[in-house]
């Protein structure tokens, strides 16, 4: 028999399973990414390297928020080799339970996930052979106890990571806080892992994107032991991390400081803003908190539910956030309006009718100057009317309709009943009411001047928030226009943002500014003015233009405010001060305003007397 | 040797550089496994590849010594080399086990697995007794004597024990299938043995060996590709029930078959072949339609065992490490590999792949040349064992022809199962990559099959065995 044609059996068998492989190696090699993955999953380890975040300076240079090196105790727990807990403990200053609790809180802390392939079983995301953070976020005195013990517990090591630090223990609500990043937060932005910082509040939560620069990626071929052997494909793949730019900010860091403690014992806020350029120079928030204060996820921990339960609130922003009657400072604008729609005239005098409201005894104001100095609620009476009921329609109603909406948009183009484009989270609008809003209230054609009149001396529904105030200085000062107020001066190379270069203009003339700012002055200067304790008593004849406000606060003591800015002729600060509770303006704001005006530009202050007397006040119940 | 005749004359020069080829393959891929960049030195003796280049002189050495030798010898001396190493592998079930096996022998410093020996020994004999038998004895004595030879180093070596070298010694079983020498004696008796019946000869029995292969691998391809469904990530949204794949590739290979075996068949031959590829097809189409029938049939937890087995379940921490370790690291070498020395996962240093300088040295060659490396590499495989097929069939002798078959059939049983455990096709079992592994008596047995071959086939003009 011939068995001759068993060769082909044989050779199509070789040739099949060649075939086989071929078309298999090409599927797996070629067309299927899966194991491409999986391989870099078993070998590859992507690390990351987070950059410090950018520095920050102040106006001067000063650097106020800057990185320090922290140290996190890591481990790996299948590098763990028989962990003597005892010795541990001691190395740490610890208990030998809190070592077995904090292991297993850090198995909690990664969750668990459903596993399809065992039937949806829940099973934790902790896996043993990944490094976690055993102790985070210690300082180098608190690492050096314990680094060098590490040799003798095998799985733990240490690792650099960088965290803020403040030059000055100030400017909290400026600056905001870093925290770790949630869950959320991890699926919205792929930037941030697990364990990664993001700015919670103020500038760092505005700028984060910028702050926080560019992660560098290494990937590294790891063993099956997870040592790192070697970069992988020799580096071509990294990245190198890139530290966010210096910010410089148009805080005056002394300033800010000075201010911080003149408000000390108070509630309320100082905002100074440079007219020429909507930088503001200080941020006084009181009560307020030392920013190191919030400076890891350790010292999160222990002080934010201090803060947060705080009843005078020193996380809230009040400058940026709270929502104040502007008081008497508000009959700047109404004297504005009223010049702008030519119902009044720097020589308008009206009497100073009690039976109208309430007002301090005064002579009556023969002119607007006058009316500015006395701060006379009823000539501001008489003022509003004549804006809001101009007789342009019959009914009384719907003339106030028109009236009222025109001094809305006046309102609005100075700023106000809108949230700034500026650059810091958690602004509120304040409030500046027009026809629609008192539709709701009282019913379409349902109120006149009268209903609505104590809007008049910036009381009722009007509220403004203390940058808004400060603002309103700035816009006189500059007679007609503003910048919106804005904190960075410049990021790295690059200026300030688009929006913060846009100047806006009021809807007043310039010129109609000219009596404003001698009613101002005269608020200061002249006797019977309101704001005589503004003065500045110095050589250098540093004129101070401003005015008082005393908001009445149904709950308790009045508001001090006071708004003003200097020099007369050249501005180079506006400020507000907002103290509550303090009663009359002129008493505690304007003295406070006063002593920032000094600070800022003389870089001292002279009067010791007026700064103790401010310094040692409280209005704190 | 006859007078004035060259050592090189005759020589099979394809077959030799194909040799080559594999040989400098090999020690290139094991120098970048188990690089040590301390000592980047290829002659470094403390290092594996220093080590596997002195493997390779002695391999070179053995083989000019057996050039050296007259052919004729290896008939001569096929039943003492047999029985040698028969003795070897006693010896070596009473040494200490290493890595729980009794494998190997220790000479001095150097180790030597009896068992790699053993299948040159058993190819010789089986060459010896198969070329001895007269054309007709086909009988059932012939077939028990053909499968004693293989059948005893093989318990042997199942003592050891060492299922990668026991599962290679059933190639002989395509050698004697070449030769006539299948179950059909013993599938005839039985046959017989119910009343009424009286074949001369039986098809199965005939074919038996090749038809128990085609369905082993039927039914494993079956079971890897009916849970699944096929999707391309080339055509989204095409994807195809894994089980109409199964049918679907059945379908386009017997197409395949049937052209190319129209072109090799006589005219008279061609109905023949239609109906048997047709047979074929409605026979395979049933066994794989059974298979995935019972499969679904079966119980969760025999389920578990055979997806685990196939590769099919994703365990990669447990029982499937070494599979998914391997599949990851051919996979990930992509169409053009990550670059020589570049491997991440299979190198001896990050030991993702265990063993990856010996039996997983696909791993690292893939990873590093891509798939275009193994394409190529598969290829020239291909080539080296239709050469030897050719070189089988041109020799006059029956004993050298014999001996060329199980040298085939050695080298590609290697082939399959060693590549097979790297791409997911075959279970993990342990044995080499012909002239790739590292390792001094896989690399020492390799040259010893293929010289004597090349020797054998030199000589086949003067000598007739």
Known sequence: MNFDARKYVIIVFIITVGLIYIVRLFFMQVIDDSWTLRAQEIAEKRKQIVPPRGAIFDRKGVKVVSNRTYYNLMFIEDEIKHLDTAAFAKVLGWSRDSVAIRFKAIVKEQGTYRDKNDNYRKKPNYQSDRPYAFIKEMTLEEIATIAPHLDKFPGFYEEITSMRSYTYPNGANIFGYLSEVNEEEIKEDHFYRRGDNIGRAGIERFYEKELRGQKGIRYIVTSARNNELKPYMDGIYDTIAKQGPNFRLGIDILLQEYGERLMNGKRGCIVAIEPSTGEILALVSSPTYDPNLMVGNRNIAKNYPKLILDKDMPLFPRPLAAEYPPGSIFKLLQSLIGLQEGVITPESGFPCNKGLVGCHNHPSAGNLMDAIKFSCNPYYYAVTRRILQQGKKKSVFADAEIGLNKWHQYMMSFGLGQKFDADATGLRPGLIPNSAYYDKWYGHLRWAFSTIRSISIGQGEVKLTPLQMANIACIIANKGWYYTPHFVKSIGNKGSLPQFKVKHKSMIDSKHYEPIIEGMRRVVYVSGGTGGRAKINNEEKIIVCGKTGTVQNPQGEDHAVFTCFAPMDKPKIAIVVFIENAGFGGTWAAPTASLMIEKYLTRKVKDKEKEKRILEASFKN | ?465
């Open chain 2, 1 to 465: 040797m006859r007078q004035g005749e060259k050592l090189t004359s005759h020589l099979d020069w394809p077959l030799l550089i194909t040799y080559f080829l594999f040989l400098i393959m090999g020690m290139a891929t094991v120098y970048s496994t188990a690089l040590d960049p301390d000592h980047p030195n290829l002659f470094d003796y403390s290092q594996k590849y220093g080590k596997q280049v002195v493997w390779l002189g002695v391999s070179l050495f053995l083989g000019l010594m057996v050039f050296l030798i007259d052919s004729t010898i290896y008939r001569k001396f096929a039943v003492p080399i047999y029985l040698s190493t028969l003795v070897l592998l006693i010896i070596v079930l009473f040494m200490p086990p290493i890595n729980g096996a009794r494998a190997w022998l220790q000479l001095g410093g150097f180790g030597i697995q009896p068992a790699e020996f053993a299948k040159t020994g058993t190819a010789l004999l089986l060459a010896r007794y198969i070329s001895s038998l007269n054309i007709k004895q086909q009988n059932l004595n012939s077939v028990l004597v053909a499968n004693a030879i293989m059948v005893v180093p093989m318990i042997l070596i199942l003592l050891q024990p060492d299922a990668g070298t026991f599962v290679v010694f059933t190639s002989f079983l395509f050698v004697m299938y070449r030769e006539g020498l299948t179950y059909d004696p013993l599938v005839l008796k039985l046959v017989n043995m119910i009343p009424g019946i009286k074949f001369k000869q039986t098809w199965v029995g005939t074919h038996f060996i090749p038809i128990m292969f085609a369905i082993v691998f039927l039914c494993i391809v079956t079971l890897l590709l009916s849970n699944n469904t096929i999707t391309f990530s080339f055509l989204p949204g095409v994807s195809i029930p894994g089980f109409f794949g199964v049918i679907l590739s059945l379908v386009v290979f017997c197409l395949i078959a049937f052209i190319f075996l129209r072109f090799i068949s006589t005219k008279r031959e061609r109905r023949r072949i239609t109906t048997v590829i047709i047979i074929a097809f409605v026979l395979s189409a049933s066994i794989a339609s059974s298979v995935n029938y019972l499969f679904q049939g079966l119980k969760k937890h025999q389920k578990d065992r055979i997806e685990l087995f196939l590769g099919l379940r994703e365990d990669p921490n447990g029982e499937d490490y070494n599979r998914n370790r391997a599949m990851a690291a051919v996979g990930s070498g992509g169409l053009l590999g990550k670059g020589y020395t570049n491997a991440s996962v299979a190198t001896i240093e990050s030991n993702h792949v265990p063993e990856s300088e010996t039996d997983f040295i696909f791993c690292p060659f893939a990873e590093e040349w891509g798939f275009i490396g193994t394409f190529i590499l598969i290829v020239l495989y291909m080539f080296m064992f239709l050469r030897i097929i050719m070189i089988a069939e041109r020799q006059r002798s029956r004993f050298n022809r014999v001996y060329a078959y199980s040298v085939v059939m050695i080298l590609f049983y290697h082939l399959a199962v060693n590549i097979g455990m790297n791409i997911g096709f075959a279970p993990v079992i342990g044995i080499p990559l012909p002239f790739f592994s590292y390792g001094g008596s896989s690399m020492m047995s390799f040259s010893m099959l293929m010289f004597i071959l090349l020797k054998l086939d030199s000589q086949r003009s003067h000598v007739l065995q």
